[in-house]
């Protein structure tokens, strides 16, 4: 084997840390097959199977009540507080079943966080709203412990700078995006390794937004993301992966850049293209 | 795929007229064409004059559709065959536009040639000029038609047009030699012939975009090409 990287070996290294980086190319972090979810007699969701890739964004795409909540939240099991709802199939985490029998929801919840549509930072300071799973998890020692690690959350969610010096005020007092910011670095502060969220802009204005958007960019270097959008841009900006859903059925999922210039499903087209009906 | 209406009419309006501004600037290209090879066989220089005033109104409709399709990118963030339908208009109006000038060329060495007495008759040239005419018109109703076929025929006859100004090529350089007082005559047919070889070239560029617009990826071949022109040598003996 030559010291030097020879030309090919260079061409080849630089291929493959391009923007455009393939889905498979990554391994899987969930893995969903066949999943079947029901309220009661209403078929929400049939036979999704899914991989989402590690270390990438995914987005789910379609129109409204075809399912693509219901999924996302299939991934850390929030549908369990539904009473009417039954899911079937499986969802596998690491390989590992997030609903055998053995699983710890509340250990899933802190390793699969969630951002919702509206921001909803809890009645607290800021510091509290960001220490209090730290706390109740016990991953923190002392008061050192929780100022470094609500201190790092904040940087990483891109709000330290903004917050630092009113750590004390409430978190209801910050503006939408910064809400929304404080709620993903709420989401960090557990140490996740997987982050969902169900439109996390759809209430932000454009500039909010975009710092969403970069955050997320960044954010995907150490965690996998897996986002619902009703936006088609949002999703061809942030996403590697997109997956197209449909009145309950996974039309179509591939790569962002091939599903919004290429789609092979009419039914992905006419979405997209803004021509259903 | 077949084309359900946007939800949005003005989109389709908007898509529609992008479509046929481009028709109708081909189809100004188209007779420009057939115009300047018949002043040229004709030695019609007031012809050929009115067809250099023209092509103004070819770079009118360039500027026209380009501001379209930028107009519909800003407004509509368009998506799949809406985006490549977009893109093929903003990279087609240019190619229409060089189309026209090189019918202009013609027209300007058709008042160049008429100074000197006429040559041969020369049946070549108002053969490819016909061919390259009938190359633009099909590519650019391919493209009206998302006709991938059509464009594909287009896109492999070049090769004849090629054939065709390679061997009118030969037949300049002998009479240049037989005759030196041609060769001013004769040069400005050589690059007459040029202008319609690379009419062909262009249309041939509008098929792959037309190929891009349907199957949404480009075309990878290598075209059937025949260029030897450019290598050709007359031995002077």
Partial sequence: ?277 | MSSTDHIVKSFDEELSRLSDQISRMGGLAEVQIERAIESLQRRNSEEAAHIIEEDMRIDELQVEIEELAIQMIARRQPLATDLRATVAGLKIAPLIERIGDYAKNIARRTIALNQNPPIKPMFTIPRMGRMSRGMVQDVLDAFSNNDLAKARAVWERDAELDDMYDSLFRELLTYMMEDPRSITSCTHLLFVARNIERIGDIATNIAEIVHYQVEGQPLTEDRPKTDEASVTVVDNN
């Fill in chain 1, 1 to 277: 084997m030559s010291e030097e990287n020879t030309p090919k070996e260079v061409e080849a290294a630089v291929e493959t840390s391009n923007e455009t980086e393939v889905a498979e190319a990554h391994s899987t972090k969930v893995n969903a097959e066949k999943v079947n979810v029901f309220y009661g007699d209403n078929h929400a969701l049939k036979d999704i199977t899914i991989k989402i890739p590690e270390h990438q964004v995914t987005s789910f795409i379609g129109p409204s009540g075809c399912g693509k909540s219901t999924f996302l939240r299939c991934i850390n099991r929030m549908n369990d507080t539904i009473d009417i709802c039954r899911v079937e199939g499986t969802i596998e985490i690491d390989s590992r079943d997030i609903y055998d029998r053995a699983i710890d929801v509340v250990q899933l919840r802190a390793k699969v966080g969630m951002v919702f549509q509206k921001p909803n930072p809890f009645p607290k300071s800021i510091y509290d709203n960001i220490a209090y799973g730290p706390r109740i998890h016990g991953m923190v020692a002392g008061k050192t412990d929780t100022d470094e690690l609500v201190e790092a959350s904040l940087r990483r969610a891109g709000l330290w700078d903004e917050v630092k010096d009113r750590l004390e005020e409430p978190g209801t007092g910050l503006s939408g995006g910064q809400q929304q910011r404080l709620c993903i670095a709420r989401a960090i502060a557990v140490s996740p390794q997987v982050i969902l969220m169900d439109e996390p802009c759809s209430a932000l204005d454009p500039i909010a937004t975009a710092r969403i958007e970069e955050l997320i960019d960044e954010l995907r270097q150490n965690f996998t993301i897996v986002i619902v959008t009703h936006s088609m841009q949002q999703a061809a900006r942030v996403s590697q992966k997109t997956a197209f859903f449909h009145l309950g059925d996974l039309v179509e999922q591939g790569n962002t850049e091939q599903i919004f210039t290429n789609p092979e499903d009419k039914r992905t087209q006419d979405y997209i293209t803004g021509r259903f009906g």
